[in-house]
């Protein structure tokens, strides 16, 4: 079914950070592509209403901490003064010109956007229904479903009241509540929530596991915890929301917990308990392709599905719902489309909590070796003892190395602190290129920088780490 030049038609649905690259990737490769979203501005969630806007809201929120506590320096700022219209406005700023770049460069490489709901008709055909409810019919030759995920809504906090916000909700900024719950304590409750907190709400967290940030090692969750005890007015564990009511006063919740004061009224409540796939109500059922009952699409290594025309990759493809992921697993199906040998076989694919401090690690965790039995040897190495980390007050860092003791490859890394998202670039190369704890502690890391205690953490596997003295053990 190739067009009339010859080229193979290729239809991507879903413009996020899965979708787009893969149309990238298969018009620089020449094929026939068009991409279509739903969403008047390409890039997906991570994009609209996800990765970015929240890092947007997470530097000012940073600014404003950063200005409180420069007073411990010497340095006296006013308390800072929030317009929020303007914030708004450099948050829908920022998302406007990426997006308008994706456009662009949709343009540029003869990628053909189309505004509009897609689904399947078969494993060839699928249909396009446009904003203004006309529809057309499109024909393909391979199909890379790239559809995301969406905030999880359980039916017993879905009042239909607007003070009870997902993710996308939150990321509106409507106003400042005074008091906001947040009901789960995984990424994106800690990140809004401690962006809110920033802003001057009294935020309260309820997780319902006996950790928040429970997929991460304890020693790096932490130092964060330490410094949203000091921002948020509780974090609550073992904790159960029992119910939401909506009264003209706020919305009131019912907790269970140990020591947990019930029922308590909230102006606004965050919602942040997982996401669901997409997978389900797009046609798939009239492929070869099979969707699981939660709502994903069962891909194998080289992101097909069993129909042999379609593939899926991102959210929608299975955990864990991270958009770099996706990025990657677009230039795979493409490859395969391609007809190369090209298979999803990262070992490291890094996790970043972008909270202050953030958290990141990448590889093997220590829980994991842990839990799996697999012999490693960890060496870690506190900011305490960096130089970068006392210049800019910023100590309770830690860095963390996991090696393989015989052979000394490094397994996975694990860092907390300013910068611990960028710093652990460095541990995915090394995971993915069979470093070993040599490769890094004698490769030169510039001075004064954080990056240095990923060099001093690999010394620590078979020396002394320079600023480190830990006795030998008789
Ligand atoms: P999550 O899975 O990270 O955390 C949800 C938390 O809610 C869990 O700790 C869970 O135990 C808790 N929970 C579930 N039901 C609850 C209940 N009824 N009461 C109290 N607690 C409850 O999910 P998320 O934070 O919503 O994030 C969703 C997805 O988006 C994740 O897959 C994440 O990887 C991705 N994401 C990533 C980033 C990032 O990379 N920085 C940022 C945002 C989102």
């Known amino acids: ?21 893969a149309a990238f990737e298969a018009a620089d490769h020449g094929m026939d592509v068009t991409l279509v979203d739903q969403d008047p501005q390409p890039g997906g969630v991570c994009l609209n209403r996800g990765c970015i806007p929240s890092k947007a809201l997470l530097h000012v929120a940073k600014l404003i901490t950063e200005s409180r506590e420069a007073s411990h320096l010497g340095v006296t700022f006013e308390e800072p003064k929030i317009d929020l219209d303007k914030l708004r406005g450099f948050k ?7 997006t308008g770049g994706i456009r662009e460069l949709c343009r540029a490489r003869g990628v053909k956007l189309i505004q509009a709901r897609g689904s399947l008709l078969n494993s060839t055909t699928a249909e396009l229904k446009h904003a203004d409810g006309k529809t057309e019919k499109l024909s393909f030759d391979y199909c890379i479903v790239a559809v995301g995920s969406r905030p999880a809504m359980p039916p017993m906090f879905n009042l239909g009241d607007p003070r009870i916000m997902d993710s996308t909700g939150a990321l509106e900024l409507a106003d400042i509540p005074k008091k906001l719950l947040v009901i789960g304590g995984g990424i994106i409750g800690l990140e809004l929530g401690q962006a809110y907190a920033c802003f001057g709400s009294k935020v309260t967290v309820v997780e319902m596991l006996p950790a928040i940030c429970a997929g991460a090692d304890r020693d790096l969750v932490n130092p964060l915890q330490k410094r949203l005890a000091t921002q948020f007015a509780g974090i609550h564990v073992n904790t159960k929301v029992k119910s939401l009511k909506a009264t003209p006063e706020g919305i009131v919740a019912e907790l269970e917990g140990e020591g947990v004061e019930s029922p308590q009224t909230f102006d606004r409540v965050l919602l942040s308990v997982g996401r669901v796939p997409n997978g389900k109500g797009i046609g798939l059922e009239t492929t070869k392709a099979k969707v699981t009952d939660r709502g994903f699409v069962e891909v194998n290594k080289k992101m097909q599905t069993a129909d042999p025309n379609i593939f899926a990759i991102g ?35 890094p996790s970043v909590i972008y909270t202050d401090p953030e958290v990141a690690w990448c590889g093997l ?15 870690r190495f506190p900011w305490a003892a960096s130089g970068r980390a006392q210049a ?13 003791p015989k052979t000394e490859r490094i397994l996975g890394m694990g860092i907390v602190g300013p910068g611990a998202g960028e710093l652990i670039a460095e541990g995915v190369l090394a995971v993915e290129t069979a470093a070993v704890a040599r490769d890094l502690a004698e490769s030169i890391h510039a001075h004064p920088t954080l990056s240095e205690t990923i060099m001093e953490s690999a010394e620590g596997a078979f020396a002394q780490a320079t600023h480190i003295y830990r006795p030998k053990r008789k």
Not at 1 to 21: E, N, R
Not at 365 to 379: H, Y
Not at 392 to 404: C, D, N, W
């Open 1 to 21: 079914m190739a067009d009339s030049s010859g080229k193979k038609k290729l239809l991507v649905l879903g413009g996020g950070p899965g979708g787009y690259p």
């Open 92 to 98: 829908n700023g920022v998302v406007g010109k990426l």
């Open 315 to 349: 959210d929608v493809a299975g955990e864990p719902m991270l958009a770099h992921k996706a990025t990657r697993e677009a230039k795979v199906a493409v490859e395969v489309i391609l007809g190369e040998p090209a298979e999803f076989d990262n070992l490291a694919i």
């Open 365 to 379: 965790t220590e829980t994991q070796a842990k839990e799996q039995g697999i012999e490693v040897n960890v060496v």
């Open 392 to 404: 800019i007050g910023r100590t309770e860092g830690l860095t963390k190395v996991l090696f393989e």
